[in-house]
């Protein structure tokens, strides 16, 4: 007869993804005639964990390229703007044995700007910026193993389940299409 051990470790408790687009106003030093270019960076950021959600508070600078005077003289307006996203935990273990965590965010779509227009008083320019972040929660929890009765733990891998799905995918794929290695040739 298998009896049951506790191990207490680290591991991955919670999981959210969110992606997100914002619109911020970049004032420039004169009245623009047209946006010739626009885009972010100098990204930083930093996360808090609270709850069901991670915070994440950042800054870039939108750097936006426009001429004026009549589409005589052209210039750069640099402006560093703010954002706080709250993503939310899809994936959430509830038996966390302590409430100190870590928090781990990567992004999965640097701050980027979708398109870059005059406003509407024609003194400004609107950018709207697109980003997405992963977030990962790691804390303590408790993982419940089976011994066997000299003391082993029993691990057993399932590989042929992950075969089958790799086999799945491998077979919908066209192999006549050719690389860009065989397109060299």
């Keep these: 007869m298998a009896d049951y051990r506790e191990i ?57 390229w426009y001429s ?27 038996n966390l044995i302590s409430d100190k965590v870590e928090c781990t965010c990567r992004p999965l779509q640097e701050p980027n700007c979708l398109e870059a227009k005059i406003s509407s008083s024609g003194n400004r320019v609107v950018a709207h910026v697109e980003r997405e972040f992963l977030v990962e929660v790691i804390g303590e929890t408790k993982v419940k193993v089976q011994v066997d009765d000299d003391g082993l733990v029993e691990a057993t891998l399932d590989d042929d389940d992950d075969d089958d799905e790799l086999e799945k995918e491998l077979s919908g794929l066209d192999s006549e299409l050719l690389t860009d290695e065989d397109e060299d040739e």
């Design 8 to 64: 207490i470790t680290k591991a991955i408790c919670g999981k959210g993804k969110k992606s997100s687009q914002s619109a911020h106003t970049v004032t420039p030093a004169h009245k623009p005639s047209n946006i010739l270019g626009c885009w972010v960076i100098n990204h930083k950021y930093k996360t808090e964990y609270q709850k069901d959600v991670v915070i994440v508070e950042g800054t870039y600078d939108i750097n936006t």
């Design 68 to 94: 004026y005077n009549n589409n005589t003289r052209t210039e750069v307006a640099c402006e560093t703007v703010s954002y706080r996203d709250k993503v939310q935990l899809s994936l959430r273990d509830k």
